[in-house]
Nanobody, 126 residues
Framework: QVQLVESGGGLVQAGGSLRLSCAAS????????MGWFRQAPGKEREFVAA????????YYVDSVKGRFTISRDNAKNTLYLQMNSLKPEDTAVYYC???????????????????WGQGTQVTVSS
């Protein structure tokens, strides 16, 4: 069984920064790509960022480009999301997700991921 556990969420003022982590564990965990999604109250889950295992392919939703950075440490099975210049509209529950076998290059939709974390709340005050 694979488990993904997010951490690093919290309350921050607009313009501030947070770094989210997602630790993966399981008997034999391997992944092709990992991503971050977020869901605000009353809204659908939204793609934020994704990274392939090699780290050579990065994807971001337009609204976070230049402010958020996704990275991974394969040795630690950990995914990160550095979030700078946070805005109130970034407020949401953030989820990490893992894709464990290749299903094409499209990583922006939830249904190509196999495992999900429980989410961590990020609240940005104005």
């Amino acid at each position: 069984q694979v488990q993904l556990v997010e951490s690093g969420g919290g309350l921050v003022q607009a313009g501030g920064s947070l770094r989210l982590s997602c630790a993966a564990s399981g008997r034999t965990f391997s992944w092709v790509a990992m991503g971050w999604f977020r869901q605000a109250p009353g809204k659908e889950r939204e793609f934020v960022a994704a990274i392939t295992w090699s780290g050579s392919n990065l994807y971001y939703v337009d609204s976070v480009k230049g402010r958020f950075t996704i990275s991974r440490d394969n040795a630690k099975n950990t995914l990160y999301l550095q979030m700078n210049s946070l805005k109130p509209e970034d407020t949401a529950v953030y989820y990490c997700a893992a894709q464990t076998y290749y299903r094409g290059s499209r990583l922006t939709v939830p249904n190509v991921y196999d495992y999900w974390g429980q989410g961590t709340q990020v609240t940005v005050s104005s």
